[in-house]
């Protein structure tokens, strides 16, 4: 089983990232997948989660409006958009699969 992530970097307030992962020995599209964060000094939380079919998307209150979770099942991976970027949105980004795989991470950091 892999899941690897993508796409994180410097990024300045107010700007955008899209993170992907791609998922590698196992049964991709029957798996809830979500992204957590973990920012430094503190403990990991979860900011998106979507339905195996991708229809169903949840999100905390302290991303809603401004990540998007979106998946192609057909190419096995998961995507996550972050627009409108703040300095409390740098963490190390992790996706997993219901929390039963996960990904090495990839960091965000967002910084003028």
């Known amino acids: 089983v892999q899941l690897v992530e993508s796409g994180g970097g410097l990024v300045q307030p107010g700007g955008s990232l899209r993170l992907s992962c791609a998922a590698s020995?196992?049964?991709?599209?029957?798996?809830?997948m979500r992204w957590y964060r973990q920012p430094p000094g503190k403990e990991r939380e979860l900011v998106a989660s979507i339905g195996s079919a991708g229809s169903s998307t949840v999100y905390p209150d302290s991303v809603k409006g401004r990540f998007t979770i979106s998946r192609d099942n057909g190419k096995n991976t998961v995507y996550l958009q972050m627009n409108s970027l703040k300095p409390e949105d740098t963490a190390v980004y992790y996706c997993?699969?219901?929390?039963?795989?996960w990904g090495q991470g990839t960091q965000v950091t967002v910084s003028s």
């Open positions: 020995g196992f049964t991709f599209s029957t798996y809830i």
């Open positions: 997993s699969a219901f929390g039963i795989y």
